[in-house]
């Protein structure tokens, strides 16, 4: 079982919130956003009045290096619906090099256990050379080995290199969930028999690929936001917007708003504390 009661004992609010007791068929099912950067700095100006707003939902903060994931750690224990999930960026790898990625994952090793989840790893080939490359895909080895062996569950990213990730995450047997999935059909397939959840994010209204969110196994679908980005208007990203996914996706599935909502939530028992 994938343990979530943080072992230093620091997010005993967070476990008083929706844990202390474990989930059950009872818990009543809450916005879910599996993949937002409320640390962001586009939130600056926002922050506080976000953390009124979304008071109801529940929202996975990612974190892409370690300075900004030490910022998450730290804004859980005073908001503990976002859940701090700590990482180190593919785009940040390339940009810092070996020695200062090796850093990266030390942070990892050293404050993992104050984490929800890892998050967000991955590849991105975008713009990359071959150097680059090879040098995301043994961290992000070393990352997941990590993730195995203290039991989380990883929120990965992935552009222009879906093969090359389903190949590595292949050798692991942590829970992965590929988020704003671009991969096609055949991937799709692949990342399902590897046992890996497929995120669909509000970019996906605004580009209008309905045909993958269809044909999604709904025991495998995740929703988020992965905001500021991907908005699915001209307006900044935020997890309101889980709402907007929801209906739109619910209406593709010939499904209910709530049934979905419940869907969502029961996933996420499963997939974290399953």
Same mark, same amino acid.
């Given at each position: 079982?994938?343990?979530?009661?943080?072992?230093?004992?620091?997010?005993?609010?967070? $476990?008083?919130?929706?844990?202390? /007791?474990?989930?059950?068929?009872?818990?009543?099912?809450?916005?879910?956003?599996?993949?937002?950067?409320?640390?962001?700095?586009?939130?600056?100006?926002?922050?506080?009045?976000?953390?009124?707003?979304?008071?109801?939902?529940? =929202?996975?903060?990612?974190?892409?290096?370690?300075?900004?994931?030490?910022?998450?750690? $730290? /804004?859980?224990?005073?908001?503990?619906?976002?859940?701090?999930?700590?990482?180190?960026?593919?785009?940040?790898?390339?940009?810092?090099?070996?020695?200062?990625? &090796?850093?990266?994952?030390?942070?990892?090793?050293?404050?993992?256990?104050?984490?929800?989840?890892?998050? /967000?790893?991955?590849?991105?080939?975008?713009?990359?050379?071959?150097?680059?490359?090879?040098?995301?895909? *043994?961290?992000?080895?070393?990352?997941?080995?990590?993730?195995?062996?203290?039991? &989380?569950?990883?929120? =990965?990213?992935?552009? &222009?290199?879906?093969?090359?990730?389903?190949?590595?995450? @292949?050798?692991?047997?942590?829970?992965?969930?590929?988020?704003?999935?671009?991969?096609?059909?055949?991937?799709?397939?692949?990342?399902?028999?590897?046992?890996?959840?497929?995120?669909?994010?509000?970019?996906?209204?605004?580009? &209008?690929?309905?045909?993958?969110?269809?044909?999604?196994?709904?025991? *495998?679908?995740?929703?988020?936001?992965?905001?500021?980005?991907?908005?699915?208007?001209?307006?900044?990203?935020?997890?309101?917007?889980?709402?907007?996914?929801?209906?739109?996706? @619910?209406?593709?599935?010939?499904?209910?708003? =709530?049934?979905?909502?419940?869907?969502?939530?029961?996933?996420?028992?499963?997939?974290?504390?399953?």
């Amino acid at each position: 079982m994938f343990s979530n009661n943080y072992e230093d004992g620091r997010y005993k609010s967070l $476990s008083n919130l929706l844990f202390k /007791e474990g989930f059950n068929a009872n818990t009543e099912a809450k916005f879910l956003d599996i993949h937002a950067h409320i640390n962001d700095k586009a939130f600056d100006g926002s922050r506080d009045r976000l953390y009124s707003e979304l008071a109801d939902f529940i =929202v996975l903060n990612a974190g892409e290096e370690p300075d900004e994931d030490s910022g998450i750690l $730290s /804004e859980a224990l005073k908001h503990p619906n976002f859940l701090p999930c700590i990482g180190l960026h593919p785009n940040v790898i390339a940009a810092i090099g070996e020695a200062k990625a &090796k850093g990266g994952v030390d942070y990892l090793a050293a404050h993992l256990n104050e984490a929800f989840a890892v998050s /967000e790893v991955g590849l991105d080939y975008r713009g990359k050379d071959e150097s680059q490359k090879l040098l995301q895909g *043994r961290i992000f080895s070393e990352i997941l080995e990590l993730a195995e062996l203290r039991r &989380k569950v990883c929120i =990965v990213h992935s552009r &222009k290199s879906m093969d090359e990730l389903l190949r590595i995450i @292949a050798s692991f047997e942590t829970k992965i969930i590929i988020h704003n999935f671009e991969g096609n059909q055949l991937q799709y397939e692949k990342a399902v028999d590897r046992g890996a959840y497929i995120s669909v994010s509000t970019g996906f209204m605004r580009f &209008k690929r309905d045909n993958l969110i269809k044909k999604i196994a709904m025991d *495998r679908l995740f929703l988020e936001t992965d905001s500021p980005a991907l908005s699915p208007d001209d307006k900044m990203n935020t997890p309101l917007n889980i709402r907007k996914l929801l209906n739109y996706v @619910a209406a593709l599935r010939d499904m209910g708003e =709530v049934e979905l909502k419940e869907k969502m939530w029961e996933n996420f028992q499963r997939v974290f504390y399953g």
